[in-house]
């Protein structure tokens, strides 16, 4: 699915900046996402990247501009109540709970989402809306065999499948992935980008990663930072063949 030129974006960024003192990490950037498109952004360490995805969340405040979700102004409100109307994310570090079982660990973010976090430990059947999202959250990203293991028990790229189903149990709109493949065998890359291709047409994708071959093969569109700001951003095709960008990052990719 493609949107096409005239649809409103799930999430909007407008000129948005974000200063820590005098240092500018993320200056001027804009950036729309759309339900049906992965929308990548790449730059080398120190671009921004992740600021940006911070911003985005809600983690930390924007300095300057505007972030709008389906049309309504987020700008100012924080990373829980945006994770409330449909914004979720992961890390770039792993950030499950090893001891507790892989359905347990959706669960908990079910009912995080449902306002209910104490009912982890009310009985299955005291809570079968939270039990179902979580199940349906693991049926999505592909783990549905995995529900019973201990989350600490499983390999890094099926952790990494997990962080993808904890975000999808809060029943989100927008996905802002950072670096979701870092670590990963080439086995367990593909089984990821197969995922995120299915995730897309229900969602927005904001993909920040690192592996240049897996961002060409999956992006809709491409973003290219350098030192906080944008220099170009385009399809595919139009990235890799711009001159600025393989002066500044792609080289001879």
């Known amino acids: 699915m493609t949107p096409t030129t005239d649809s409103r974006p799930l999430l909007r960024a407008d000129a948005v900046s974000r200063r820590f003192g005098g240092l500018a990490a993320v200056k001027d950037v804009s950036v729309d996402l759309h339900q049906g498109q992965i929308h990548a952004v790449i730059g080398t360490n120190g671009a921004g990247k992740s600021t940006l995805i911070n911003l985005l969340s809600g983690e930390i405040p924007v300095s300057a501009g505007r972030i709008e979700l389906n049309g309504r102004d987020i700008t100012r409100l924080a990373q829980p109540r945006r994770a409330r109307h449909g914004v979720g994310r992961s890390y770039q570090r792993t950030t499950i709970f090893p001891s507790f079982t892989v359905l347990e660990n959706c669960r908990l973010c079910a009912q995080a989402e449902l306002q209910r976090p104490w009912a982890l430990w009310e009985s299955a059947g005291r809570c079968n809306q939270s039990l179902a999202i979580a199940r349906q959250a693991l049926h999505d990203a592909g783990l549905s065999d995995a529900a019973s293991s201990l989350a600490g028990s499983m390999s890094h790229g099926k952790k990494r499948q997990l962080e993808i189903a904890m975000c999808l149990a809060t029943r989100p709109r927008v996905l802002l992935l950072d670096e979701p493949l870092a670590g990963m065998g080439s086995e367990e890359t593909e089984r990821m980008l197969s995922l995120l291709e299915s995730l897309k047409k229900e969602h927005a994708i904001l993909l920040v990663e690192h592996d240049m071959d897996a961002v060409f093969r999956v992006a809709d569109r491409i973003t290219v930072m350098v030192n906080g700001t944008v ?19 792609l080289g001879t990719h």
């Open 231 to 249: 220099i170009a951003s385009g399809d595919p095709e139009s990235i890799r063949s711009n001159d600025d960008v393989k002066v500044a990052y």
